[in-house]
């Protein structure tokens, strides 16, 4: 058994080879002064830096011969590997989709329960301001913005709307749609009425009613913040924790839809911050069923699977290092939230930041670098552009093994959100996982969802299929994976599918891309075009 020095002595290298590698990794981004003082740190922690000298030299303080200190800055400032993307695409921010407005005259009968919802939602205290709206909605909102009675009389109607699926026993698919209109303007009381009842749905129905599994996820999905709490979220993923248990024999349908109900939860509890998920009932049988789905051929449910896997990498169960570390250093190191804020790709000095007080609890010491490490290693890595897809997800399925492509993808959605297309644009160009095929897979996915979406103008549409293309077409700068390029044909033909412009405008792109490139990109192509129908819509 090893001696208390030699276990000393043995953290006391672990440590110094952490800073070592740290310091490394800073002067690749530039960061000459952050390089010193991790390579000094290294040497107080008995490390050996003289193998160091040609990256910088340390005792001096001085670049090494040959190198320029980099200057202050972000994005383009610090990497060189930048996408580019034509100007023409995204480029200026617009206002959030918003369901069309036709006003009722006043006193006048609603025509449906989406003219309701686009009611209450200029009622509500988030709404845009006078001046972004129309002038029907304008003029509708200084009507009845005084106008008590009728405030209280589309509130009433709401709540009969709500009244009227409790006590539906079918809920079928266009209950749930009608009433997950009205999901985004409901108050709070409301909101978890309905929520209860998707709870309900799903928990006691023998047979899982897959409308109301969506109906749940996306009610988790829109919510507000201050409307779920921890406990609400953990009540839902032990039900559908519970509900995996009773997977076998199940569709791939059945199975996708399940596991993207679990990765809007777990989204949730990321966003929220919810920690202490109890190990042996929730966060083990879930990253099992989870791990399991990575021998599907199919890479749409192979996706999800890595996604959610990803999102649970974000919840900390009760057992982890991360919070034993967190609580003796008293820092906490940036997932989801800060990378939502850090709209030009992951935060790098921040994530640095949460190591300046290792000292104040060496247990905690080697867990906190033992994961900086491994987000570095992530967000500094490209994946091959030939690397097969499937495989690539598959090393997403690594407990304590975080992955740059999920918060990324997190910051996406809350840019997409509010309208924010230029730094969309900035961040899929300049995230360090670009290359990353499960961050361009989700990257897709959003930019389909993006276009399918009627209430997103119509430049925006045309923008999103063409930002599209740009993916499909560059392959210097994304990369050659057959399966990224029909999963954007995939998107492309369901585009088309439509009615209206968005459709033309599709039917045309695939039209062009039938004799696009060369040999190898006709053959994608082809294979696709003779490849079976696809399952998966988009929403």
Not at 180 to 205: K, T, W
Not at 354 to 362: A, K, N, R, T, Y
Not at 482 to 502: A, F
Request: proline fraction near 4%; aromatic fraction near 8%.
């Amino acid at each position: 058994m090893a001696s208390k020095k030699e276990e000393d002595q043995a953290l006391s290298e672990r440590i110094a080879a952490s800073y070592i590698d740290l310091g490394t990794l800073q002067s690749s981004l530039g960061s000459s002064d952050k390089t010193q003082a991790n390579f000094k740190k290294a040497v107080q922690w008995g490390g050996n830096i003289e193998q160091l000298s040609p990256i910088n030299d340390v005792k001096s303080g001085k670049p090494a011969e040959g190198k320029e200190e980099a200057q202050e800055g972000t994005g383009a400032g610090k990497r060189k590997d930048i996408a580019l993307i034509s100007s023409d695409i995204f480029a200026e921010n617009v206002n959030p989709p918003a369901v069309a407005f036709n006003p009722p005259k006043p006193d006048e009968r609603l025509k449906d329960i989406r003219q309701l919802a686009a009611c209450l939602s200029l009622l509500q205290p988030s709404r845009p301001s006078n001046s972004a709206l129309e002038p029907e909605a304008r003029d509708w909102l200084q009507a009845v913005e005084n106008d008590t009675d009728e405030q209280e009389r589309l509130s009433l109607l709401a709540k009969e709307v709500i009244r009227a699926f409790v006590g539906d026993e079918l809920k079928n698919s266009k209950a749930v749609a009608e009433v997950m209109c009205l999901a985004p303007v409901l108050d709070q009381e409301n909101f978890r009425i309905l929520l209860s009842q998707f709870y309900s749905g799903v928990d006691h129905s023998d047979l899982l009613n897959a409308n109301l599994l969506q109906g749940l996820a996306d009610l988790i999905h829109g919510a507000d913040p201050g409307y779920l709490d921890s406990a609400d979220l953990v009540k839902i993923l032990e039900l559908l924790s519970t509900r995996v248990r009773e997977t076998h024999d199940q569709s791939p349908s059945y199975i996708y839809q399940l596991t993207l109900a679990i990765s809007h939860v777990l989204d949730a509890m990321a966003d929220t911050k919810v920690t202490g998920l109890n190990r042996e009932k929730l966060h083990t049988p879930l990253g099992s069923y989870l791990d399991k789905l990575r021998g599907s051929s199919d890479p749409y449910l192979v996706y999800q699977a890595a996604y959610a896997y990803q999102a649970l990498q974000f919840v900390p169960d009760d057992e982890t290092p991360w919070q034993a570390a967190m609580r003796r250093t008293g820092k906490v190191i940036q997932g989801v939230s800060g990378l939502v804020s850090a709209v030009k790709g992951l935060d790098l000095n921040g994530l640095m930041e949460g190591l300046e007080s290792i000292q104040q609890g060496v247990a905690g010491a080697s867990a906190v670098f033992t994961m900086a490490k491994t987000a570095y290693k992530d967000a500094m890595s490209l994946a091959e552009g030939g690397k097969d897809f499937v495989d690539s997800l598959k090393e997403s399925f690594t407990f304590d093994q975080k992955r740059a492509w999920y918060p990324a993808l997190r910051g996406l959605d809350t840019l997409l959100r509010d309208g924010h297309l230029v730094r969309f644009k900035t961040l899929v160009c300049e995230a360090p996982c670009r290359r990353d095929l499960a961050f361009q897979w989700g990257v897709c996915q959003r930019l389909g969802e993006t276009a399918a979406n009627s209430l997103w103008g119509a430049d925006t549409r045309r923008g999103a299929v063409s930002f599209l293309v740009e993916l499909y077409r560059n392959d210097t700068e994304w990369g050659q994976q057959v399966d990224i390029k029909q999963w954007i044909l995939t998107i492309l033909t369901q585009l088309s599918s439509q009615s209206g412009s968005i459709a033309q405008y599709a039917a045309k792109v695939l039209e062009e891309l039938r004799t696009d490139g060369d040999d190898g990109k006709q053959a994608i192509y082809q294979s696709y075009r003779e490849g079976g129908p696809i399952s998966y819509k988009l929403k």
